[in-house]
């Protein structure tokens, strides 16, 4: 009963982390006429607060180790408010990214530790957890663009958002303080956190580990820049952002179908199997969008290809983890800060083209990161198959 009660409680966090890692990308043509700053500068504000993830990640998986893990989820909790007061109150581009540096430190903290504790609580249905709990942030990011779409509706200043977010994740963040179980305040000894500085060396000797780390750099920078960019390049085939934020809530709910379906297939198939799989589908969807000029069906082949690609980074992080489930901590924070370099990247990246050439290169790099993955996906797929017939 604990464990289903601490499973909801993170899925709420995740939720509400959800709206606030998604509501941005929607609000970046308002924000560029706002504080009068190019597309590119805001990618790089993107960039930053994606570097604040992966600071979080090389970090907060060891402190929570050292501090519990209640402590942790509380203090990345309370970032996580501060920060978005801070956008309520910004007054100009800087202080905003600034503000959205910080949100992606909270981020990063929250996710890593949620990530961390549901795989050692539900050890025996590890994969279908971790994509179950995943799914709290996927339904916030599909709430990001209704509520944007909402607000531009009702003629409501945009400001409101942070400081809605930020009064609700108050009252989550006095739960988790009031809430008590083992799991959430286990701490190591002095002898057994050094081993864990000295272990990042060992996972990063890992084939499986890597190649895991790479398919989520690969995920994370595809998929948080194409949700980001995704009214950007609507905008520029003449869709309105009040409608385009409805185009990319709708594709965000398949998202979150296609991680439950997955979450059903990883009882039943090989994991590696399923990620190269569902790569290639991906990648064929991807690119029946890039070539149909009927906006309908580009929309379909959209909706199709998030289907697939849903559920790819949270079957690598648990491939990953089950190489040594006792550092599960650590392993989360090696393979979300690859996942978040690739999104420092491709958020950059996302921003330059779009400024500078055509907001259409977002499907370049992402049937250039979907033909990666389909790479990295099959050579997994074999090592491990070759690695099973050797044991």
């Known amino acids: 009963m604990a464990s289903k009660k601490i499973f909801t409680l993170l899925f709420i966090q995740l939720f509400l982390l959800g709206i606030g890692g998604s509501v941005v990308g929607p609000l970046i043509p308002i924000l560029s006429d706002n504080f009068k700053v190019s597309l590119d500068i805001i990618g790089s504000a993107l960039s930053l607060n994606a570097f604040g993830l992966l600071i979080a990640s090389l970090f907060s998986g060891i402190l929570s180790e050292k501090f519990g893990k209640k402590n942790i989820l509380a203090a990345g909790s309370i970032l996580f408010t501060i920060s978005f007061l801070s956008l309520y109150l910004s007054g100009n581009f800087i202080y905003f990214t600034i503000s959205y540096l910080l949100f992606g430190v909270s981020w990063g ?53 942070f400081l809605s977010l930020a009064s609700v994740n108050a009252i989550v963040f006095i739960l988790i303080l009031f809430f008590r179980h083992e799991s959430l305040s286990a701490k190591k000894s002095k ?76 009882s039943k198939f090989n994991e590696e199997k399923l990620m190269r799989f569902f790569s290639i589908l991906a990648f064929i969807f991807m690119l029946s969008s890039l070539l149909m000029d009927n906006l309908i069906l580009k929309i379909i082949f959209i909706m199709l290809f998030n289907f697939s690609f849903s559920g790819i980074a949270a079957m690598s992080l648990s491939t990953a983890i089950k190489q040594n489930p006792r550092y599960s901590g650590p392993i989360t924070g090696v393979i979300n800060s690859f996942g978040f370099i690739g999104t420092i990247i491709f958020q950059y990246m996302a921003g330059y083209l779009s400024e500078n050439y055509s907001a259409v290169g977002i499907f370049y790099t992402s049937l250039a990161a979907l033909f990666l993955m389909i790479i990295f996906t099959s050579i997994l797929n074999l090592y491990s198959r070759a690695r099973e017939k050797i044991s």
């Open 191 to 266: 002898e057994e956190l050094l081993s864990f500085f000295s272990v990042y060396r060992k996972f990063l000797s890992s084939i499986i580990i890597i190649f895991c780390a790479i398919i989520s750099f690969l995920h994370f920078g595809l998929g948080f820049s194409f949700g980001a960019w995704f009214t950007t390049y609507f905008e520029s085939i003449n869709v309105p952002i009040n409608i385009s934020s409805l185009i990319l809530s709708l594709n965000l709910f398949i998202f979150c179908g296609g991680m439950l379906v997955q979450s059903f297939l990883v």
């Open 109 to 161: 903290t929250i996710a890593l530790n949620s990530n961390s504790l549901i795989s050692d609580i539900f050890e025996l249905n590890r994969s279908r957890t971790i994509i179950r709990l995943n799914i709290g942030f996927l339904l916030g990011a599909a709430f990001a663009p209704l509520i944007v779409s909402g607000i531009l509706f009702l003629d409501i200043n945009w400001r409101y958002i």
